[in-house]
C-alpha cells in the first residue's frame, strides 16, 4: 500500500506547514514504524522460507559490522531482531544503515525474484513511499539508484539532482560518472566535503569523456574539465544558436565545480589544515548535477 493522501495531510500543506528544510539526525519513531511496514509488505510473510533467510542474512551482515552476535539478547526471529534494534537505536546513522540495506534487498533481491516473495508491495512503490515518509517528517534523505543520499532541498532534488541520477543511470556509457556522483553524495551524507568536491569534478569530467568517445572525438585521457569543455564547443555539441549562451554557461563550468574542487579541494594544505564548508560542497553537488544533465541531454540532442 502506498502514503494515503489523508485530510490532515491535505490540511497541513493548506496551512504552509509542509517545510522544504529539513534535519538530518534525528529519525523519529513514527517514521522508524512507517519503514518497518513497507519493508514487512515487500518482504512479504515473514514465515515464508525465502523471507526468513532474506532476514536472517541482512541480521547477519549488521551483526558482522557491528561488532556483535546478535542485535538483541532475546528475540524470536532475525526480523525480530532487526525491528527491535531498529525501533530503539539512539545513532541515526544506524538507523539509516538499516533503512539502506533492507530497501537495497528490495531494489536488487525483490525485484529480480518476485515468485519468491509475496509481496503486497512492488519494489517502485515501497521505494516511492519511503521517499514520501521521510519528505513528510522533514528528514533529508532520499533512496535514489539503490543508495540513500542527502537531499538539501526537495525542489532542487526532485527537478535536477534526480533526473540527473536517472539519466546517468539508464546509459551504460555514464556507469563511471553515475558511481563517481553517487559517490560524491555518500561523502556529502558522511560531512566528507573536500572528497565530494573531488567525485564531483571526477563525474563532470567522466560525462564529458563519455560523450568524446560515443562519438569518435579526439580526447586525452588525462584531459582537464577546460580541454573537454572546450571540445564540446569545438564539435558543436551545443546547438548554434545557444553558442553565445554556453560561453557564459562554460566559463560558469571552469569557475565552479572545477575551480571549487581545485581552490579548495585539489591540492595541497600547506601548514594549514583547510576545511571545505558544507555549503560548498553542497553549492558543488548541485552545480555539477544542473551540468551532468544539460550535457546529457544536449548529447541526446546533438546532431553531427
Given at each position: 500500500m502506498s502514503a494515503i493522501e489523508l485530510f490532515s495531510k491535505r490540511q497541513k500543506k493548506l496551512r504552509g506547514e509542509v517545510t522544504d528544510v529539513y534535519q538530518y539526525n534525528e529519525i523519529s519513531n513514527k517514521l522508524r514504524v512507517q519503514v518497518i511496514q513497507i519493508i514487512e509488505d515487500s518482504f512479504g510473510d515473514k514465515h515464508e522460507p525465502s523471507v526468513q533467510e532474506l532476514y536472517k542474512e541482512i541480521h547477519k551482515i549488521f551483526c558482522k559490522e557491528y561488532g556483535q552476535f546478535s542485535l538483541g539478547n532475546k528475540y524470536d526471529s532475525d526480523s525480530d531482531a532487526l525491528f527491535n534494534f531498529f525501533l530503539n537505536e539512539k545513532n541515526y546513522?544506524?538507523?539509516?544503515d538499516i533503512i539502506e540495506i533492507c530497501?537495497?534487498?528490495?531494489?536488487?533481491?525483490?525485484?529480480?525474484?518476485?515468485?519468491d516473495y509475496c509481496s503486497s508491495q512492488e519494489p517502485d512503490s515501497a521505494i516511492d513511499e519511503l521517499n514520501i515518509r521521510f519528505k513528510e517528517a522533514g528528514v533529508g534523505y532520499q533512496f535514489e539508484q539503490g543508495e540513500l543520499i542527502k537531499v538539501d532541498s526537495q525542489f532542487i532534488h526532485s527537478e535536477v539532482v534526480k533526473p540527473a541520477l536517472q539519466l546517468l543511470g539508464k546509459d551504460k556509457d555514464y556507469q563511471g560518472s553515475s558511481a563517481e556522483f553517487l559517490a560524491a553524495h555518500e561523502h556529502y551524507r558522511h560531512q566528507r566535503y573536500?572528497?565530494?568536491?573531488?567525485?564531483?569534478l571526477k563525474a563532470f569530467e567522466s560525462v564529458m569523456k563519455a560523450i568524446h568517445k560515443k562519438h569518435s572525438w579526439n580526447f586525452n585521457k588525462n584531459d582537464n574539465s577546460k580541454k573537454l569543455i572546450n571540445n564540446c564547443l569545438t564539435n558543436h555539441l551545443i546547438p548554434q544558436y545557444l553558442q553565445t549562451q554556453f560561453c557564459s554557461i562554460s566559463t560558469l563550468l571552469e569557475t565552479g565545480a572545477a575551480t571549487i574542487r581545485n581552490k579548495e579541494g585539489g591540492h595541497g594544505q600547506g601548514t594549514?589544515?583547510?576545511?571545505?564548508?558544507?555549503?560548498?560542497?553542497?553549492?558543488?553537488?548541485h552545480l555539477t548535477a544542473s551540468n551532468l544533465l544539460f550535457l546529457i541531454k544536449c548529447e541526446e540532442n546533438y546532431i553531427k
Open positions: 546513522e544506524h538507523c539509516l530497501f537495497q534487498a528490495i531494489h536488487i533481491i525483490i525485484r529480480d525474484s518476485p515468485d573536500k572528497e565530494c568536491l573531488n567525485e564531483c594549514e589544515v583547510k576545511e571545505v564548508p558544507e555549503y560548498l560542497a553542497s553549492y558543488a553537488l
